[in-house]
Structure formats: C-alpha cells, structure tokens
C-alpha cells in the first residue's frame, strides 16, 4: 500500500483492505488485528465517517490494537475469548433444558389463561439452573451411559447458556394455541389432537427453516449487536465470574456482588408496587387531586389517559416495552420521540376535535365500541357458522375505536412500508453484498472464533422448512379451516420478505416491527367471511417471522458466548416441539377439567383474556373485515395513507444524508419510531415516558460522563434488576395471591387508599369526555 500525498492512505489502498465506501461514507468495520499500530490509526484517520452512530472512532481503533468488538456496548458484557474444550452438549445440559422447557411451558399456559396471571421468565430458569448444575456436578456420580458421562465434571458456562435457551423457547405461550381456544370458545370447533399439533409444529418451526440465510445477515455480522442477548451475556458471565476485556481497569465491588445487591433489593422493592402500595405503579398524582375532573385525568391519567404524570417506580411497568438499559440511546430517542409527536400532539387534537365521533369513547383504550359508546357487542352482527349477518350489522352499528387505538393501526401501516424504504435505502447494497456471501464487514474476534466450529448444513434448514410446510398443508386441508393452500403460500411469502428488514432493524435498535396489524389487512380483504383462516394467515404470517427472528437472536447469543452451531439448532428444535406439545396438553386438560372455562363469571379468574382479544380480532378482521373499516368512505379511511407516509418519511431522511452526511439526521430511524410505540394499546405512556427517562440517565448521562461505571455494571444492573422482579412476582402470587382463594389481606391490604387511588378516578373509570343521551346514536 501506498501513503497519500496527505501522508494518508488513499480509497484505492483501503479498498484493498476490503473497506468498499458506501454511499460517500465509509461504513462500521472491524479492522484486523494483524495491522501495526501505525497503519491502523492511518486507516482510523481515513475514515472520514462511520455510517453507525454506535460506533467511533475511539471505538473502531480499540477493535484493532486489542483484538475485540469495535461496539462498545459488546466490549463491556461479552467475553472475546473462548475455550473449544469446554463441555456443552452434555446429559446434564439435555436432561435440564428439556426439564425447563416442560416446567416452564406447562406452567405459563396454565397461568396464561387467567387473569390476573404470572409469567415465569426464562431469566428465572438461568438463575436456578446456576445451583441446581453445580449440585449435578458434586452430587451425582460418573457414571457412563452408553460412553457418555453422567457427569463431565464442573457446569460449564457453555452448559448453562444452552439450557437456558431451551427453557426460553417454552417461556411464551405458542401463538397457535389461541386458534384452538378461539375455534373452541367461538366457533365450537373441537378437533382432535393430531390437528392441534400440526398446526402448532409448523407455525413454531418453519420460521427456523430461514435460520441458514438470516446468519449471514443477522449473526455473522459485526453491526448486528441485538442489545437484548448483551444483558444476558453480562449475567452469564457474572454468575461464572469469568473476566474479559471491555470493562477496563474500574475499581469497586465485583460484578456479582453488586449483581447480588441489585437482585436482593430488587425482590425486595416490588413488593411495594406489585402488592403494599400499587398506586406508585400507577403514578397518576394529579389525578388524584382532581379525581372527577375528565380532562386533566385525560391528560395526566395512566389507566385511560396521556400519562404526561411521567413517572412510575415500578420496574416491571418500566420495562414493559423492555429495558431501558439495554437499548441504545439513539433509537430510544426515536421511539420517545415518535411517542410525544403522535400520542401527546397528535392523538389529543384528534380527540378534541371529534374525529371519528371520538369523544363519546375514552382518549386510549384497546377496546371497541358501538355508537351509544358502549362496549360493541359482536353476537349481534354473525350468524350461527360466525359470518357476517349484514342485516344485523346495518340495523346495530359500524365499530369504532378509541383514538390511541386508531393511531396505534395507523403507525401499524406506517412501519411497514417505512422499513422497506429504509432497508431499500440503507442497506440495499449491504443486503446484495451478502446475498452474494461476501461480508460488507470485516469479521470481529467472535466471528472468527466461531469459523472454528462445525456450521449447520442447509440441508438440515431444507427439512425443517419441507416437513413443516407438509403437516402445515395437512392440517389446513384435512379440517375444516375454510384456508386455501395458496394463502398459505401468501403467508409465508410475506413472512419471508420481510424477516431480513424487520431483523436488521431489530438487531440494531432492539425493536422489533410487529407483521400482525399487515396480515390482517391483507386476509381480510382476500379472504372476506373466514374468520379461522383469517387466524391461521395471521399466525403463518407473522410467527413465522417473529420465530424466525427468535432463532437468530439465539443463535446470536451463541454466537456471543461461543457455542457451537449445530447443539444451538438441535436444542432449539428439540426443545420446540417439547415445549409446544406440553403447551397443548395442558390447555386440553384445563378446559375439559376446569368449569366454565373462558366464562367472565369463572370463579378462579380462567377467563382467557388473550383468547378474548384474539377472538374478538378473528370476528373484527375475518367476519366484519377491513373493507367496512378502512376502505374509501368508511370510518377509518384516512388510516391508510399511512402506508404512504411510511414509506416518503425514510426517503426524505435518506435525501438530506445525501446533502448533509454528517447531519442529525442520520440518527432517525423512521421504522422504529413507527413500530416503537407500536405496543400502544396495551402499553402507554405509564411504560413509555419512564422507559425512556431512564434510558437518556444511563445510556446516555452515565455512558457518557462515567463509561467505566456503565461499562461494568450497566447490563448487570439491568439482568439483576429484571430477574428481581421476576422472581419477587412469583413469591407474591404463589404466597400471598394464589392460597386461600385470594382472600390472603383482602380488606387490610388490597382495598387501601394505596391500592384503590388511581382507579377512583375519572381516569381508572375510562371516562369519556361526552356521553350520548339515551336512545341516541353518534356517527
């Protein structure tokens, strides 16, 4: 190479490095280590500008002379060393995760159906796995089982991540499981096993079969950080003490010691929020000065209202969109942005305007209403096989929404079209470079340290995806679900188109754009009337996105902590179809067991709200159909010009960075401040605006002033804090809520001024600012 008359090296030299500039900037690399000092900070010099604002120059020169991840965020919670000697696919690794991944799944569909209900994390199991592994190692003796030893000598911290995997995969009820519910609470449909199965199997597992093509997209790459798997890996490698670069010199207590303070005073704290005193939960003050006034509990109300109250102090409402701690500041920016512009600028002058009669219903809601204001009564309007009684339809009423609801759609159609664009405009040519295998970016240490590993055939990939799409066929054809074949194929066409995108954009910021809104849209006008196949493209559509997704995070959690291809997939796989069967057994044996089940009278709380919300969707989307809501000349007609708005918004971004690269501009990200608040409704600014403010403290304030701090205990703070609550959540269920029938302190403590505050207001009421006279109607 030779030097520039600057005494810098030139484009030409540094393309030889394989450093292509990109769109007039030069792009997020690793650079190798092999490089002098002096070439490296020549090259460090030439590179006028880094397209990802999460990486510096700082950064990018520490990636060289150290031999680590250029992201700092990597530097600080994961190891850039790794022993191939150390056991991972042992007996004991199988015989726990398998374990986990019935306990877990068996319990959280049992209590997925009740309400109020409790969800035991995966964070639960890798904490209990720790102890439960190192009495395996004492305890049981050495025996071998057919060569295999029983017990390989110490649990390994490659043992425990690939048995906390398996327990993740049964940590979430399977989204398939509600088709079943709903076809047997609203369609009477009961089919036999052997359907429940199939359908589940193949919604769960056929995103898996993409797993080949997003690694070269989604985990082998450097810029790929996925933040979530960073607050994992912290705890990992806190609970096994190893050391590794990236948290500096930083005196002060150890890593687990403070990880042990945070937890403890974790457990211990929510029980206030969560049991003693849950008005400082729902943090809604000035309400309860002016309890009946409708307008400021519209403004500052949590339950029903705006939240501009700000804060909360419970961490389980806080991290309900998920950590602050483990997003990066920029795309929280975004989403904080996206929420104040649309939910406290924009929703309120829809609303005190009228639009869309919206004042006779409350400012945020996620039901749906009728036109007295009531709550829309779907037996009204179907016939005895669910269709559409047109008849009945016109005599009753159109169904209207509340007005965060109607702008949650409306963001829903925005984000989909946005994250093309963006994709289209921003990584077009990262995208073609990869799909042709060459890697736009250098490969970091762990990209290296991973070539040494066996990777997954595409074959195995090809089975998955052959099988899967079999019994998928099966089950549609050989029931009666009223799904055609070819929308079958539409589902995973779409599902597929969109998974790169939606992970590229997820893997950044840690949000995810949600494909459930898009698939409703779609079936709704394609196949009018068919409330089941409605249900099924949806699931096919969007699960196999969202699963897809999850087994790339997986596997990039691997990835991080060093294990091998192969034992990934088959854990997951094998874990899957454990976690999917057990799920389906014990929602067989509850409704044919417990009495009136589904029934909003049910005397132990098995009322099934998510079957509620699911199959109210099914009539809503596949019964009334989007035609009669968001066609031209209906109620929410406007809504659509949101697929044009998503997708000029990132074009116009794209088109300053061509006139100002260097501008703020470069740190807007149109997609997530579409899908970023995409949780509203249910979520709101109770788990926004206090979202957000700790995250501006700590991944800005601190990251900034005290790097060494946040690079120690950052992720620490955020998994101790987390697996506190978790754990804190379950005591008070299971020792304070669950015996007795729940009458544990009924009148000394669940019926305080503290517990009853915000819900005596004209917020926790819901509210609206206007009631319709009796026998009237709006709209």
Excluded at 95 to 122: C, D, E, H, K, T
Excluded at 433 to 460: C, F, G, N, T
Excluded at 482 to 492: D, I, K, Q
Excluded at 495 to 502: C, K, L, S
Aim: hydrophobic share 50%; proline share 6%.
């Amino acid at each position: 190479m030779q030097d520039s008359e600057e005494g810098r090296y030139s484009p030409a030299d540094l393309e030889k490095l394989g450093l292509a500039k990109n769109g007039g900037k030069w792009p997020a690399i690793w650079l190798s280590p092999n490089l002098t000092r002096k070439l490296a900070e020549a090259i460090i010099e030439a590179i006028s500008d880094f397209d990802d604002p999460n990486i510096d120059r700082e950064g990018a020169l520490v990636g060289v002379l150290e031999d680590d991840s250029p992201y700092p965020e990597v530097r600080s919670a994961v190891a850039n060393t790794d022993d191939p000697d150390i056991p991972v696919s042992s007996i004991r690794t199988w015989v726990m995760g398998i374990a986990w991944a019935i306990i877990i799944a068996g319990l959280n569909q049992f209590f997925f159906f009740r309400y109020p209900s409790v969800s035991i994390s995966s964070i639960v199991a890798q904490l209990l796995s720790f102890p439960v592994g190192r009495a395996w190692a004492k305890v049981v003796p050495n025996w071998r089982i057919f060569g295999v030893p029983l017990n390989p000598g110490p649990f390994t911290i490659k043992e425990h991540v690939l048995v906390t995997i398996m327990a993740t995969v049964g940590s979430g009820s399977a989204y398939a499981t509600d088709i079943v519910a709903v076809q047997r609470v609203y369609y009477n449909q009961v089919y036999n096993f052997g359907y429940q199965w199939m359908v589940v199997m193949s919604t769960q597992l056929i995103g898996f079969s993409i797993g080949g093509v997003l690694r070269r997209f989604l985990v082998q790459p450097p810029s790929m950080i996925w933040p979530a798997n960073l607050v994992t890996c912290a705890l990992f490698n806190t609970l096994h003490a190893q050391t590794y670069a990236g948290m500096g010199n930083r005196g002060g207590i150890s890593r687990e010691r403070f990880f042990f303070y945070a937890f403890g005073c974790g457990v211990l704290w929510y029980f206030v929020p969560g049991y003693l005193f849950q008005a400082i939960s729902y943090f809604s003050w000035v309400c309860w000065i002016v309890p009946d006034n409708i307008i400021v509990n519209q403004m500052f109300g949590y339950v029903s209202g705006m939240g501009m109250s700000l804060i909360t102090f419970d961490w389980s409402q806080i991290t309900y969109i998920g950590s602050p701690l483990a997003t990066p500041w920029w795309a929280e920016a975004n989403v904080a942005f996206g929420f104040v512009f649309f939910f406290w600028l924009v929703v309120p002058a829809l609303y005190y305007t009228n639009t869309w009669e919206s004042k006779y219903m409350p400012i945020s809601s996620r039901g749906s209403y009728d036109n007295t204001g009531a709550a829309y009564n779907v037996t009204q309007i179907i016939n005895a096989d669910a269709s559409l009684n047109m008849t009945a339809y016109e005599e009753y009423s159109p169904l209207f929404l509340s007005t965060t609801f109607a702008m949650a759609y409306a963001l829903s159609f925005a984000s989909i079209t946005a994250t093309l664009m963006h994709a289209f405009l921003f990584f077009r040519k990262q995208i073609w470079v990869q799909s042709r295998r060459s890697m736009h970016e250098q490969p970091d240490i762990h990209a290296r340290l991973m070539s040494k590993y066996k990777q997954v055939p595409e074959w195995w990939y090809m089975i998955i995806f052959l099988s899967m799409f079999a019994i998928g066929v099966i089950s549609i054809e050989e029931w009666h679900t009223e799904f055609p074949v070819w929308a079958f194929v539409l589902s995973l066409i779409i599902a597929f188109f969109y998974v790169i995108p939606i992970g590229m954009i997820q893997a950044i910021t840690n949000q995810q754009v949600g494909l459930n809104v898009v698939t409703e849209l779609i079936v709704g006008y394609a196949l009018p009337g068919r409330p089941i196949a409605m249900m099924m493209f949806k699931t096919w559509g969007y699960i196999t996105m969202a699963q897809a997704l999850t087994f790339a995070s997986d596997f990039k959690l691997g990835h991080y902590m060093k294990i091998p291809p192969r034992p990934m997939f088959w854990s997951q796989v094998v874990a899957s179809v454990v976690a999917g069967t057990v799920q389906l057994g014990v929602q067989a044996w509850m409704f044919t067991n417990i009495e009136d089940m589904c029934s909003t009278t049910q005397k132990d709380g098995f009322i099934c709200p998510s079957t509620e919300v699911f199959g109210t969707a099914s009539i809503i989307w596949g019964v009334i159909g989007p035609a009669r809501q968001f066609s031209k000349g209906q109620v929410y007609y406007a809504l659509v010009y949101f697929f044009l708005i998503g997708a000029l918004c990132p074009l116009v971004a794209w088109l300053i960075t061509l006139k100002w690269p260097n501008g703020f501009i470069r740190y807007v990200n149109f997609p997530v401040i579409f899908s970023g608040i995409g949780a509203i409704p249910p979520a709101s600014a109770l788990n926004y605006v206090p979202w957000a403010i700790v995250g501006f403290i700590f991944q800005f304030v601190i990251r900034r002033r005290h790097f060494s701090w946040w690079a120690k205990y950052n992720y620490v703070l955020s998994a101790a804090m987390d697996s506190g609550v978790a754990v804190s959540i379950i005591l008070i269920f299971f020792c304070l809520q669950y015996p007795a029938n729940g009458t544990i302190g009924l009148n000394s403590i669940q019926t305080w001024w503290g517990n009853t505050v915000f819900l005596n207001t004209a917020d926790g009421r819901a509210e609206p600012l206007l009631t319709i006279p009796p026998g009237q109607t709006f709209g």
